[in-house]
């Protein structure tokens, strides 16, 4: 099937700083990938729908200047938390539609902001 | 996007119990989709339900769509600890795939 691939798989930053997170479709293109944020024992909440060519789409209550996207090409999205912040440590998921409506989830990336 | 509900919230079962969870919308769903997250994994899918009244089956779980489009559910029958994580439906909005989660069910089964 089809596969997306989210790197980094965890990561560990002070307090301040910014962290890129990657998601690549790998054998299909990709023109709307979705970023969502769970916290624990909670469900998935979509934080932004990722275009190809154009400004991402923010959900609201989401920061636009705090997490940035970029869709680079038909197969890379990128997410960046700006001047991350303890309350930012989330499990941070990207997913990609493909062969109709059916997602495919990247790995996933736990973010602890110390 | 709707507001797709889940019940229950968490489940313990003993090992061989059935174990169904159910999602709820005030709305008409456009499709239901199923996915188990395993803990610490991400969401992977399982199944899509398109018509109303649907029923579909994959070995011991079975998926029904409700005659209304309002309502879903999952039932596993004789569970084992292989079918530990969590359960989400969402409801998928067809233009731009938009999925909408439920909050999904933790089920915990004791062996």
């Known amino acids: 099937g089809a596969v997306v691939s989210q790197h980094p798989s965890w990561v560990i930053c002070k307090s301040g700083t910014s962290v890129k997170i990657e998601c690549r479709s790998l054998?299909?293109?990709?023109?709307?990938m979705f970023w969502y944020r769970q916290f624990p024992k909670q469900s998935l909440m979509l934080m932004a729908t990722?275009?190809?060519?154009?400004?991402?789409?923010?959900e609201q209550g989401v920061e636009k200047d705090k997490f940035l996207i970029n869709h680079a090409s038909l197969t890379l999205s990128t997410l960046t938390v700006t001047s991350a912040h303890p309350e930012d440590s989330s499990f941070y998921i990207c997913?990609?539609?493909?062969?109709?409506?059916?997602?495919?989830f990247g790995q996933g990336t736990r973010l602890t902001v110390v | 996007g709707q507001q797709v509900m889940q019940i229950p919230q968490y489940q313990h079962v003993q090992e061989g119990e059935d174990f169904t969870t159910y999602c709820n919308s005030s709305t008409t769903l456009s499709n239901i989709q199923w996915y188990k997250q395993r803990p610490g994994g991400h969401p992977v899918f399982l199944i899509q339900?398109?018509?109303?009244?649907e029923v579909k089956k994959q070995k011991r779980l079975t998926f029904q769509f409700g005659e209304a489009k309002k309502n879903s559910s999952l039932h596993i029958t004789a569970t084992q600890t292989t079918d530990v994580g969590t359960y989400f439906c969402d409801d998928v909005e067809n233009a731009g795939n938009m999925l909408t989660f439920g909050g999904g069910t933790r089920l915990m089964v004791k062996p």
């Open positions: 997913s990609a539609p493909s062969r109709g409506t059916e997602a495919f």
């Open positions: 054998d299909f293109q990709a023109t709307t």
């Open positions: 990722s275009n190809e060519g154009s400004k991402a789409t923010y």
């Open positions: 339900l398109v018509k109303s009244g």
